[in-house]
Every structure is written in structure tokens, then in C-alpha cells.
């Protein structure tokens, strides 16, 4: 296979916000925090060839990537978020990636391996980077143009949609929230070229529809909204920090209102389930946070019970956010919004769909926590198959703990 040489990362702010977020909480609060990820493609045997044959490009750039700085005006861009704190932009000012935390190698089946161990300041701010390297180097090979053309014309059906939506909620009462969508597709995206394409033209078509992005660097060029919390990665590190694994979700919660203090109030449910997070997601968590993030499961079932755990609460649903992040395209997005719209106001986050529509199939890859501090951490979704541990001990342990049950089989 030709290898590719010419860097595909050319910005650090290349990624997603809630990277820097959950990278400023950990330097404040815990810069000693040690951390171990692991990749996997969840779809291996649907590739069209193996990823391991992607190794020696993937290498490559991967010693650009390291090479990286952040740039002045960059640097001026983040500190204009009220939520960046000036010493983390001072941080990031001498920021460098350092090559030797990260390790690409083939298994015995032949297949790609990336392992990324270091400290957590460092090792957490790699996953974006690395799946959009890989899905780019992967992509780059089975691209021509009837890929592009094919990719235009789904896209141009997105815009037409985006139309009708607006026309549709051109019609809504003023008590009727919006339709909201923003783009999540940096980790699953076809190139870098074509997501900037992507965000720009819906942008374009619809502003008051797709009005944010979780990539920095594209919410910056196109004057968008930046959009991203937390992920996984920042609640499942508690499991492994000093406090005891039952309250590890409300130490997470806390930490995250101590360094943000009422912004980025979204919290993701689902790393040990939503049952289980409601049981910690009490009265003061409720009105501290503005809304919760769906990320696996059925949504309707979901935001059906974060509805009723409002309500428990006393608190008026309809001053709280649902955003929904799994899976979604603008469809599933818009019959989600009509369903929940009248009870609670509604966010979208989508990103294959968005960023790689190209009559392809995409690989599905992921970058997981999956140790800190010498602990084995995981999570445990509503979806089956999400979860990425290797050893079952611990994720017995997790789920008796915190009352999980057994998938079914």
C-alpha cells in the first residue's frame, strides 16, 4: 500500500472540545493520573482490506502529529472561551505530544494494534487525532471520484432536509424549543477536507439548525459555536482515583461542577448505565447540571426516564436539555426532537452520518480507557457490545456494585 506522508493533522485544534475540557479538569485536579488506551475496529470483518496494512502511513504520521505546537492565534481563540482558564492556555502554550506514549503494532490475526500509555495530561488528548488519522489513511485508499460525487449528492439531500425543517419549525409556538443538530463526526470522519465541507455547507444551508461543532479548529474558521462536556474517559478514571468505586460517579459530577462552575453543565449517563447514574444523579446534581447526554440504548426509553426522574425531583423538565449523541442521523434526530418537544428542550450531536455519507461502509473504531493509575477501568453501556474490558473480574465487580445486570445474551 502507498504510504502517505503528507501530515493529515496540521492543527492541534484539530479536535474535539470536550478534549481540552476534560484535559483542563485533570491537569487542576489530578496531573499525576496515569492512563492506559487501547484500540479496536468493532467491524474488522466487514473491512475492505486489513487496517494493519495502514501501519507503516499510520507511523508516520503519527511522528507529525508529535511535531505539532499550538499557534498564537490559536492559542488567543481558546483563551476567549470563558469556560478556558488562562493557566491551562499558559499549559498548552508549551504543549507537545510526546511520541513515545504511543506504540502502533499488528497481533497474531493480523490485525492493527495502537496502545497509548502516559500520563493522562498527554495520553487522553491523542484519541481524536489517531481514529481521524486512521479513518482518513483507510478511506484514502478506496477513494475516487464517483466516492465524492456520491458523497455531494447525499449531501445536498441533507440540505434539502435541513429546508424542510425549517420550514416546519418556522411554524412552532414560542414555547416550542428548537431543532438543534451540531457536528460530531471528527473521530469517524472521510478526510479532513471533506468534514470541513460537510459543517460548512449545512452551516451555510440551515445556521440556526446546525449551528455547532465539536471540532475547535472548524468552530473557529467558521465562527460556529464550539460544542462538547465530558466523554467516558473522565468518569471511568474515577473508578481508579481515591474514593470509593460506589461514589465514583459523584466524584466525577463534583469535580466537574469544582472546575466549571456552571458551564458545560451536560453529563453523560451512560458509563455505568443510566439506572445506575440516576440513583447518584440526586436533587443537587439535577439543578446544578443543565441536562443530561445519551450516548447508547434505546433514547426514547431514556429520555422518557430522565423525564419522570425530573419530575421526582420537582424540577420543571422543560428548563433542562436532552442531548442525544448515538448513532443519529437527521431523521432519527428529527422524529426524536417531535417526540420529546413538548416535555424538554432537545440537542443532536451527530457525526458518521454527517462526516462520512459516502455509500461506503465505515469502519467502526474506537480509542478506550481502559486502565488508570495500574486499575482496570470500564464502562458499562445500555448498548451491547460497547464495552471494552479484558478483565471479567473487575466487571463483575462493577456490576455488582453498582447493581447492573447481566446483559442478555
Request: hydrophobic letters at 40%.
Amino acid at each position: 500500500m502507498t504510504v502517505t506522508y503528507a501530515p493529515i493533522i496540521t492543527s492541534l485544534l484539530d479536535n474535539d472540545l470536550y478534549k481540552f475540557t476534560m484535559l483542563q479538569a485533570m491537569l487542576h485536579q489530578f496531573p499525576q493520573t496515569h492512563g492506559v488506551y487501547r484500540f479496536r475496529c468493532r467491524n474488522n470483518k466487514d473491512t475492505a482490506y486489513p487496517l494493519a496494512d495502514i501501519k507503516e502511513s499510520l507511523e508516520h504520521q503519527l511522528d507529525s502529529l508529535c511535531e505539532l505546537r499550538f499557534l498564537e492565534d490559536e492559542l488567543e481563540y481558546l483563551r476567549g472561551l470563558r469556560f478556558m482558564r488562562s493557566d491551562f492556555v499558559d499549559y498548552l502554550e508549551l504543549f507537545k505530544l510526546k511520541r513515545r506514549f504511543i506504540t502502533v503494532s499488528t497481533d497474531d490475526k493480523g490485525r492493527l494494534c495502537i496502545d497509548i500509555e502516559g500520563p493522562m495530561i498527554q495520553a487522553m488528548f491523542f484519541e481524536v487525532f489517531v481514529l481521524a488519522i486512521v479513518n482518513e489513511l483507510y478511506f484514502n485508499a478506496l477513494s475516487d471520484p464517483s466516492v465524492l460525487e456520491e458523497g455531494q449528492r447525499r449531501l445536498d439531500e441533507k440540505v434539502t432536509l435541513l429546508h424542510h425543517y425549517a420550514e416546519e419549525q418556522a411554524t412552532y409556538g414560542h414555547d416550542i424549543p428548537p431543532f438543534i443538530v451540531a457536528d460530531f463526526g471528527t473521530r469517524r470522519r472521510f478526510s479532513k477536507d471533506w468534514q470541513a465541507h460537510v459543517v460548512e455547507t449545512l452551516h451555510n444551508a440551515e445556521p440556526k439548525i446546525v449551528s455547532g461543532t465539536s471540532n475547535v479548529y472548524l468552530a473557529k474558521k467558521l465562527g460556529m459555536t464550539p460544542i462538547g462536556t465530558m466523554a467516558h474517559e473522565f468518569m471511568q478514571a474515577f473508578q481508579a482515583l481515591d474514593v470509593r468505586l460506589r461514589d465514583s460517579q459523584k466524584a466525577a459530577l463534583e469535580a466537574w461542577v469544582h472546575e466549571y462552575r456552571g458551564d458545560l453543565g451536560i453529563a453523560l449517563t451512560d458509563v455505568v448505565g443510566m439506572d445506575a447514574f440516576l440513583r447518584d444523579f440526586d436533587l443537587y446534581f439535577a439543578k446544578l447540571f443543565d441536562g443530561l447526554r445519551h450516548d447508547s440504548g434505546d433514547p426514547y426509553l431514556w429520555g422518557d426516564k430522565a423525564i419522570a426522574h425530573y419530575k421526582k425531583l420537582k424540577i420543571d423538565p422543560r428548563s433542562k436539555i436532552l442531548t442525544f449523541s448515538d448513532g443519529l442521523d437527521l431523521n432519527k434526530a428529527w422524529d426524536l426532537h417531535q417526540y420529546f418537544k413538548a416535555q424538554i428542550k432537545t440537542s443532536f450531536g451527530i457525526g458518521t452520518n454527517l462526516t462520512n455519507d459516502m455509500g461506503i461502509t465505515p469502519i467502526n473504531i474506537v480509542l478506550k480507557l481502559v486502565e488508570c493509575n495500574g486499575q482496570p477501568v470500564a464502562k458499562l453501556s445500555d448498548s451491547p457490545g460497547k464495552t471494552m474490558i479484558n478483565n471479567d473480574t473487575y466487571l463483575a465487580y462493577l456490576r455488582q456494585v453498582f447493581e447492573v445486570d447481566e446483559p442478555e445474551s
